[in-house]
């Protein structure tokens, strides 16, 4: 499985973004799919995912801005990312998770948000 993420860039606080992540064959969706971010120097965090059957899960810090969708058909999964502030950027990495996979963790190549205050 390939993800090709895209939509990440510079914006000024307060301001939206809209990252999408293509995978290149079928994600069932009772397998996950989201987003992680990572700041140089620390940990890579869950910022949210979706799966069905199953509300979609965000990071505390995210909920209430930031909202994933999942487009089954186009095997896509897409983060909405409103108010935005400049503790949220990162370089922002989109996953699956694939059971008939072995549970394999598969990752995009990573795109980078910068909000400026």
């Known amino acids: 499985v390939q993800l090709q993420a895209s939509g990440g860039g510079l914006v000024q606080a307060g301001g939206s973004l809209r990252l999408s992540c293509a995978a290149s064959?079928?994600?069932?969706?009772?397998?996950?799919m989201g987003w992680y971010r990572q700041v140089p120097g620390n940990e890579r965090e869950l910022v949210a995912r979706i799966r069905g059957g199953r509300d979609p899960e965000y990071a505390d810090s995210v909920k209430g801005r930031f909202t994933i969708s999942r487009d089954n058909a186009k095997n896509t999964v897409y983060l909405q990312m409103d108010s935005l502030k400049p503790e949220d950027t990162a370089v922002y990495y989109c996953?699956?998770?694939?059971?008939?996979?072995?549970?394999?963790?598969?990752w995009g190549q990573g795109t980078q948000v910068t909000v400026s205050s």
């Open positions: 996953y699956c998770k694939v059971d008939y996979r072995g549970n394999r963790y598969y």
């Open positions: 064959e079928t994600i069932f969706s009772r397998n996950p």
